[in-house]
């Protein structure tokens, strides 16, 4: 069974940076892309970076350049370092994974979400 264990997180200051990762579990074929979310309390769920099994990276306007996104092929893990934190970074961080079982197929999946509290 596949399953996204994210870890990390926690409370930081304001400028303070935080690191968390994302490691899919079980027996997959290969990791198509991984994308974190992030979901404010009262606001809908917004996409934060996103990264495609060849590398290529992507981020929402309000993150670029002081997130990073990155992955490890080996541990099926991908991380996302995040530096300069303002209090609107607060939210609860979701990893989404969309990977193949075998080849030509297609799932998607949700990791448990981790909180991320910044004080200003």
């Known amino acids: 069974q596949v399953q996204l264990v994210e870890s990390g997180g926690g409370l930081v200051q304001a400028g303070g940076s935080l690191r968390f990762s994302c490691a899919v579990s079980?027996?997959?074929?290969?990791?198509?892309?991984m994308i974190w979310y992030r979901q404010a309390l009262g606001k809908q769920r917004e996409v934060v970076a996103g990264?495609?099994?060849?590398?290529?990276?992507n981020y929402a306007g309000s993150v670029k350049g002081r997130f990073t996104i990155s992955k490890d092929n080996a541990k099926n893990t991908v991380y996302q370092q995040m530096n300069s934190l303002k209090p609107e970074d607060e939210a609860v961080y979701y990893c989404y994974a969309i990977v193949s079982l075998a080849a030509g197929t297609r799932e998607s999946y949700w990791g448990q979400g981790t909180q991320v509290a910044v004080s200003s």
């Open positions: 079980g027996s997959i074929f290969s990791i198509n892309t």
């Open positions: 990264i495609t099994g060849g590398g290529s990276a």
